[in-house]
């Protein structure tokens, strides 16, 4: 290239992530692996096994499986053409994807019901606000085949309690309802009967529940717009208009709820956004998360399998909001800091507050030391802990200051003497206190001070 052709340096953009996606980072990573090993446990525990499933799909399935009509494959996929001008979507949700699993690997040959649970990202073009993301993360799980017994609803819907118990979420509330299935005599009857209804206050209503008069006046029922408010309270209740195997099939989900000490709420506003389901829906809302609180949504959907070109097929699953159960899990333990810092009580470990933390910084001082301190920290590792070894050397305050800075437990300081010994000093950050042992006694010395680390 000649000279004159060279470009200005240029300082180079800086980019940064796109609106709505965001980093997760450490420490915070920790506390969503360790949600997502909790619910991969408690999900064991109730037979399920975990299923992954593309994050882009034909744009065909979502709009099948989730209605054409909705918000979500409307105006929120991101969607594209593949290079055969295939349009293809990245998954808004999962239950689609693992309906078309299941279909394509012939899983209704296996034992019926199959239990699957997923856990990652899912992509909608929402506003987005605390709570609500474009990338957002989900925890979800879906029962196929078998029966439609409430047990089996009441049973997913306990899981989930479980789990949430388990993470000691806070403020947990649990609605419930159902909105019957698409027999003459059962939801199309009542949706014509509240279409009237809303037809006679039409000119009361906001532009967006007028049009779904039209479209689908069962989400009106979910309008949250402060002036509908006094005229949806008004509208005939579902309950009151469903099939007799429906209304049959809703009474003993609550029978079973209680037998199973899970408290619920009725709320018959609750239809979901997403066409596929029937008969029973539920939603479980969390603290300190403002007006996005649904941490959890889901309910049944006989019959997806069917419409995505598989045998008849009963399904019932939800998915959890990761991001928001996270907030929610934060929101709880700043609270529980300063509920503590106001009583002078010292703050319990939660798994939430806890972090990374350092178990052993190794402060080698001399290139003599540097081979050992090698070998002590691979050793060190080996046995389970986690360590920090500088590259280059330090001079002992600057090292002990590092192993201040990164929270370490211990320095295990080895200096040219303690190297030629076989003695090695180990101190223990928060007291200063020091011991000096040879190397397999220091490792026993760590095991039990740093209580239950078995060597591996
Ligand atoms: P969904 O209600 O659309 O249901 O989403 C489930 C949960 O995902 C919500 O309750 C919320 O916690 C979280 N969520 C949804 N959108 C966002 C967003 N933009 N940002 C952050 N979190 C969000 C489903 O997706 C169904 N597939 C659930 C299901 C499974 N039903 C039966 N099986």
């Known amino acids: 290239m000649s ?41 064991s525990t109730y037979g399920f096994g975990e299923i992954r499933v593309p994050i882009f799909e034909p744009t065909e399935l979502f709009a099948r499986s989730i209605g ?19 349009s293809v979507s990245l998954r808004p949700e999962a239950t689609a994807s693992v309906c078309r699993a299941y279909i394509e690997h012939g899983m209704q040959q296996l034992p019926q019901p199959v239990k699957l649970y997923y856990t990652g990202p899912m992509f909608r073009r929402e506003r987005p606000q605390k709570g609500r993301y474009r990338q957002f993360y989900q925890i979800g799980a879906e029962i196929l085949g078998g029966q439609d ?5 009441a049973e997913v819907i306990e899981m989930v309690m479980t789990f949430f118990d388990k993470l000691n979420l806070q403020g947990v509330e649990l609605s419930i309802n159902s909105i019957g299935h698409n027999a003459p005599n059962c939801r199309p009857a009542y949706v014509e009967l509240l279409r009237a209804e809303l037809t006679k206050v039409k000119d009361k209503l906001g532009p967006d529940s007028q049009r779904r008069i039209d479209t689908n006046p069962l989400r009106v029922l979910d309008s949250k717009a402060e002036n509908e408010q006094a005229i949806i309270a008004t509208l005939p209740h579902i309950a009151d208009h469903l099939c007799a195997e429906c209304a049959a099939h809703y009474a003993a989900v609550k029978r079973q709820l209680e037998l199973r000490g899970v408290i619920y709420q009725e709320n018959w506003r609750l239809v979901r956004g997403l066409d596929y389901y029937m008969r029973t829906t539920f939603e479980i809302t969390a603290e300190g ?32 909001g990761e991001d928001r159960l996270i907030l929610s899990l934060q929101e709880q333990a700043r609270q529980a800091e300063s509920a503590n810092a106001a009583s002078g009580a010292s703050p319990g470990k939660s798994p939430v507050t806890s972090h990374h933390s350092l178990d052993v910084y190794v402060a080698w001082m001399g290139e003599k030391t540097y081979a050992t301190a090698v070998r002590a920290a691979k050793d060190l590792r080996q046995a389970g802990f986690s360590v920090e070894l500088p590259p280059t050397e330090q001079k002992f305050g600057k090292a002990l200051g590092q ?37 397999p006694a220091l490792i026993e010395h760590l095991c039990n ?3 239950a680390r078995k060597p591996l």
């Open 3 to 43: 000279e004159e052709a060279t470009p200005r340096a240029e300082k180079p953009r800086k980019f940064q992530a796109i609106k709505g996606v965001r980093d997760l980072l450490p420490p915070e990573t920790a506390l969503w692996n360790n949600v997502e090993q909790t619910a991969n446990s408690v999900f």
């Open 68 to 86: 054409v009509d909705t918000d979500v494959v409307g105006k929120e996929m991101y969607s594209f053409d593949d290079r055969d001008e295939t």
């Open 149 to 153: 017994a409430p047990a089996i609803d």
């Open 289 to 320: 998360l403002g007006s996005q609180n649904a941490v959890c949504g889901g309910g049944r959907y006989d019959g997806l399998v069917e419409l995505l070109g598989g045998p008849p097929t009963k399904g019932i699953g939800f998915a959890i």
């Open 403 to 439: 192993a201040d800075k990164l929270d370490a437990k211990f320095a295990l300081i080895l200096g040219e003497d303690e190297v030629t010994e076989g003695l090695w000093t180990l101190k223990t950050l928060d007291d200063g206190a020091q011991v000096k042992l040879p190397e």
């Open 449 to 451: 001070s740093l209580n």
